[in-house]
């Protein structure tokens, strides 16, 4: 019971939209600032009146803590919410969504791996090296890592018993999905820095070929992956901890209002700032390329001849910005439902049933970093010229090697049948 006590008081404060705890062998959610607590004690056998008598014995303790992390709860006890149809789903789709989402993470290191490996090829293989190659195989390495990093993340999941140094840097690090999301913020930030590039490529052609160099591409490319750390790592580091063997990842906030204004900027910066970036960016784009292809029209019926190299230009250029343009608007659409989730619950009560909303809106932002890679290869000329060579190769070698078992199965039929034509008298 004692041990139960501890665990009690251990829950206050908690702050974050969700928190998955390790009671006995029962895995459960538990919706923080809501009696959904209850939960965790029926699982681990203990009735309502005997949370109640804790919650008295303990209240002086609790009060202490109360100063501590100064984030107020309200222990209210609802035994019925355990049998909660809503809540009950919730539960069903936790179970299975950890493993959805190590299916749809192996499927995107394949795809990703194969696309990453046809980007390099194609950029290996042209004459003219453009930094927006660079910026796209940036962008499928990061894609790639979030795949990596969310298999680990989601095998690790809450199933060991955490102590020590590792057991607070796999808090930290993989529990709490820090790093899974730095690699997803990288990825935001390169699509920003890809769209400005494209921006100032074909609207100031003229200034963007003086003033960027290659260097300034290679620190962005570095700006990515330093942004999205340092904007995440340190609030990981100042709000988790390890109590009991068990992650208490997002648990010490300052105030509530600190927990408000770091959710109010995480959905600026990763979602609202990229979503102005990509309308006005890509808006301009388009209206630029479009007069362009007008004033080309117009000199090839006024009789004159454009060379075969300037028409290519265009056509790649034109064919990239589509690409990126459709990753753009994957992000978007991925991405909205999660962040219209989590404005809702910051500024709701957060029931059983708006709870259940959080697993499809997740689930569907984690499908954008498996998505990329099928794009490319079905937008991108210079990735779908590269897969079909490889796809013949594959090709060639499997009718070669049947070619050859055909061959060899007849040289054996001949052999048999001019041993046997020698073995008669």
């Not at 309200?74 to 035994?79: A, F, L, R």
């Not at 075969?308 to 909205?336: D, G, H, L």
Request: glycine content about 6%; overall charge positive; some cysteine.
């Amino acid at each position: 019971m004692s041990n139960v006590i501890l665990k009690m008081q251990k829950l206050k404060g908690i702050s974050f939209l969700h928190y998955c705890y390790l009671c006995g062998c029962h895995y459960l959610t538990f919706i923080p600032d809501t009696d959904k607590c209850t939960v965790i004690y029926v699982a681990c056998g203990v009735t309502s009146m005997q949370f109640e008598e804790m919650s008295a014995e303990n209240s002086t303790t609790n009060e202490i803590l109360n100063n501590t992390t100064k984030v107020p709860v309200d222990y209210t006890t609802k035994t019925a919410a355990f049998f909660d149809p809503a809540w009950q789903i919730a539960i069903t789709i936790e179970f299975y969504f950890r493993y959805a989402v190590i299916a749809i993470a192996v499927l995107g290191i394949a795809a990703n791996g194969l696309v990453l490996y046809a980007l390099i090829a194609h950029h290996a293989r042209e004459a003219k090296k453009r930094a927006i190659n660079l910026l796209i195989i940036h962008q499928n390495l990061i894609d790639l890592s979030s795949c990596i990093l969310l298999v680990i993340t989601y095998s690790v999941g809450n199933r060991i018993y955490l102590t020590g140094a590792l057991g607070y840097f796999l808090c930290t690090i993989f529990v709490s999905e820090s790093a899974t999301y730095c690699s997803l913020y990288a990825s935001v930030i390169n699509l920003i820095i890809l769209t400005i590039e494209r921006y100032l490529k074909v609207v100031h052609p003229f200034w963007s070929k003086k003033n960027i160099k290659r260097w300034m591409i290679h620190m962005a490319m570095v700006f990515a992956w330093i942004a999205g750390i340092l904007f995440l790592v340190p609030v990981v580091f100042t709000t988790t901890l390890v109590s009991d063997g068990t992650c208490l990842s997002y648990f010490v906030w300052e105030s509530p209002a600190a927990r408000m204004i770091y959710g109010a900027l995480s959905i600026f910066v990763f979602f609202l700032l990229p979503l102005i970036v990509f309308i006005y960016g890509y808006g301009r784009i388009v209206i630029v390329m479009r007069r362009q292809m007008r004033v080309m029209a117009g000199h090839m019926e006024g009789g004159s001849q454009m060379n075969a190299s300037q028409i290519q230009s265009k056509r790649v250029k034109w064919n990239i910005i589509k690409t990126m343009i459709i990753v753009s608007v994957a992000f978007v659409i991925c991405w909205f439902p999660n962040n219209i989730y989590f404005m809702i619950v910051d500024n709701t009560a957060q029931t059983s049933n708006i709870f259940v909303g959080y697993f499809p809106t997740v689930f569907l932002a984690y499908i954008n970093i498996c998505m990329n890679p099928f794009i490319y290869a079905t937008k991108h000329e210079g990735v779908k010229q590269i897969l079909a060579r490889l796809m013949t190769c594959c090709k060639c070698k499997g009718a070669t090697a049947v070619g050859n078992d055909s061959g060899n199965r007849s040289n054996n039929a001949g052999q048999t049948t001019a041993s046997a034509g020698a073995a008669r008298p």
